[in-house]
């Protein structure tokens, strides 16, 4: 009885586990676009050095740029096209300093300066 449960269980897990990797594998195609780069993969470990950094890879949707989105005092960034957004903080890593922050303080300096007149 416990061989044929065992080898009903293979029986389902099998093609489970064969489509996984096959869909796996279909992402992970060595493509232009996801083939790693070792000098952005070395530079960012070097930037970074406590940090784990596993791989690095390009994201072609950003090839025409990183577009900086302002929503009243709120900073997104997204593409060209619309199809990505990116919410959180942009930092210069050399100074760490919140590229994102310091445009927000910006725009609520020119706010409360166009209150004044």
Do not use: C
């Not at 000098?39 to 900086?68: M, N, Q, S, Y």
């Not at 890593?93 to 706010?111: F, H, P, S, Y």
């Amino acid at each position: 009885m416990r061989t044929s449960h065992t080898l009903y269980i293979l029986y389902l897990l099998i093609p489970l586990l064969a489509g996984v990797l096959a869909s796996t594998s279909l992402y992970w195609q060595d493509t232009e676009n996801t083939r790693p780069d070792s000098h952005v993969l070395k530079t960012w470990r070097e930037t970074l050095p406590a940090t784990p950094i596993d791989h690095t890879v390009r994201v072609p949707e950003f090839d025409d740029g990183l577009f900086e989105i302002q929503a009243g005092s709120k900073i997104f960034y997204g593409n060209r096209d619309g199809s990505l957004l990116l919410i959180g903080h942009l930092y210069e890593v050399e100074t760490n300093t919140d590229l994102t922050q310091g445009r927000i303080d910006a725009l609520k300096r020119l706010d409360h300066e166009g209150d004044k007149e």
